[in-house]
């Protein structure tokens, strides 16, 4: 029988194969049969391997079960599962030879088609019923489980890298076992996600529609939102994970004062902790609509405080607002004058907590902002499809910033280069950031046209615009936007470049004395 060598390789001796489409699995059974593998497959798949000239037994042998019910039940069987589950100890193999059951060392599965009939939205329930499988996600789970001794293949694109492994290394090492453990019950996972997916949509009221996504550990945190967006809309709060070994764990927070967190709330949090998690130094984000509306860092939380409110007084007004450092006593008064919807910070000292007690509509949060070197994922909804993508976290790297004007910026002035770079990706596209040192000055996001975000910006700046640097999360496609920034008197501007009009961009920079860099890559956020 097959058992794991000192290196903790397995060598198949038996698999077991079993497949819907059992041609997928032909490169694998002729493989395992070239080095002597004894091939075993349920019914409908050992008739197809044997017509292309293989020597495959029928599970029948060992069940004395041709499919009852339709074959619905033909292979939930003590003596597959036995031979599947035993552990390869003296023990197990005694046991084994008690019970006359055949042990398996590799087991290779594909499910029924149900997510691919039922993304099609024309095959009949009944028929997407027949679909549910049962017996292959039993068998594959029963494989990975047994890993330390079992080979589990559920995806054909591992029958390669696994036939290389028998043929050059004489043997599927642990590590190999493992990986195709975890995709396994990812596989399994993601098919009784689909199913709930379907079932839940056919029931009214719809209460568990949420439930269904490609995400794995999607479960209530026990958190609760009054409504969504709008007071009637309904809503949840779920945790996640996401892609093996890449955590969507909701981030450690609680509420110290205030109502409720609401979706919007959570929106907020989620972009202004972004934000200031950026910086080393002591940082804030103003954010409004899940937008930044001013940032900056500084040697206190005080100074950056008041130069990321100054930012835009009149959008500051019903704020969430978020900073990288403990909030000292003296910082509290930055924020006279400011409706704050919401403030988050990694510690509130009890002090602190007193003086924003008289805010009686603030929400006081407590959350670390997020490790800036941590792999994080981000998901939306689109056309009934969810949407997963790595948060952008990439650094402008030294060599990146590309000078192509004339003109050259001062050291200061790249370091401001630097840091509106880092705050124009948390904006909404169209955006575009002024700065000045490690502050906004002007932010337009959210603009149907590159022009019309620098017009907003400068709006905004006001007299501020005067020597300040400009950030852009795309091209600009025509040469009005560098226009409007020269005009205004501003200094410097980053952008990715890439546009057909970047000759006659360059040209009005040069015109008007700016410093332009192109960065090579763009940081839209829709």
Not at 97 to 119: C, G, I, T
Not at 243 to 265: A, D, F, I, M, R
Not at 292 to 321: M, N, Q, W
Request: overall charge neutral; some cysteine.
């Amino acid at each position: 029988m097959g058992r794991a060598s000192s290196d903790d390789r397995v060598i198949p001796h038996r698999a077991l194969l079993s497949a819907f489409d059992p041609m997928a699995f032909l490169p694998l059974a002729k493989g395992l049969a070239e080095k002597g593998v004894e091939l075993w497959a349920s019914s409908g798949t050992q008739k197809r391997l044997t017509a292309e000239g293989l020597t495959v037994r029928s599970t029948e042998e060992l069940t004395g079960i041709s499919g009852w019910f339709g074959h619905r039940v033909a292979t939930l069987h003590p003596a597959i599962f036995g031979g599947i589950l035993a552990p390869r100890t003296p023990e197990g193999d005694r046991e084994l030879k008690e019970r006359n059951v055949l042990p398996f060392d590799l087991v290779a599965v594909l499910f029924y088609p149900f997510e691919e009939e039922l993304a099609r939205g024309t095959t009949p329930s009944e028929t997407l019923v027949e679909r549910i499988d049962v017996g292959g996600p039993s068998l594959l789970r029963a494989a990975a489980k047994n890993h330390r001794w079992v080979v589990p293949i559920g995806d054909p694109t591992d029958v390669g890298p696994v036939l290389r492994e028998v043929n050059e290394e004489r043997g599927i090492s642990l590590w190999t076992r493992q990986r195709l453990a975890a995709k396994v019950f990812r596989r399994t996972a993601l098919h009784d996600i689909a199913i709930t997916s379907w079932l839940s949509s056919t029931i009214e009221p719809v209460t568990d529609h949420l439930l269904a996504s490609p995400f794995l550990g999607l479960a209530p945190t026990g958190e609760s939102l009054r409504y969504g967006e709008n007071p009637h809309q309904a809503s949840q709060v779920l945790g996640v994970s996401g892609p093996p070994g890449v955590p969507l764990q909701p981030w450690p927070l609680e509420v110290l004062k205030g109502e409720t967190l609401s979706y919007n709330n959570y929106l907020d949090l989620e972009r202004s902790l972004s934000l200031v998690s950026e910086f080393p130094l002591p940082s804030a984000a103003v954010v409004k609509h899940a937008t930044p509306c001013g940032a900056a860092s500084a040697a206190t939380v005080e100074e950056a405080l008041e130069k990321a409110l100054a930012t835009d007084p009149v959008a500051r007004y019903g704020c969430g607002l978020a900073i990288n450092v403990p909030l000292t006593v003296a910082a509290v008064d930055a924020l006279k004058g400011t409706f704050v919807d919401i403030l988050a910070g990694p510690e509130f000292s009890p002090e602190v907590q007193e003086r924003l007690s008289r805010r009686k509509k603030l929400k006081l949060v407590q959350v670390r902002p997020p490790d800036p070197k941590a792999p994080r994922w981000e998901a939306r909804t689109a056309t009934g499809r969810w949407l997963l993508q790595e948060v952008d976290q990439r650094v402008l790297a030294k060599g990146e910033l590309r000078p192509v004007t004339k003109a050259r910026a001062t050291p200061e002035e790249l370091c401001s280069t630097d840091f509106a770079w880092r705050v124009v990706r948390h904006a909404k596209s169209n955006a575009v950031v002024l700065s000045k040192g490690s502050s906004t000055v002007g932010i337009g996001s959210g603009q149907t046209s590159r022009v019309g975000a620098v017009r907003v910006a400068l709006e905004v700046a006001g007299e501020r615009a005067k020597g300040s640097i400009l950030a852009s999360d795309a091209y600009f496609p025509f040469p009005d936007g560098i226009e409007e920034a020269g005009k205004a008197g501003v200094r410097v501007i980053v952008q990715p470049g890439g546009s057909i009009r970047d000759e006659e961009v360059i040209a009005a920079a040069d015109r008007f004395g700016l410093a332009m860099y192109f960065t090579g890559w763009r940081v839209f956020r829709h």
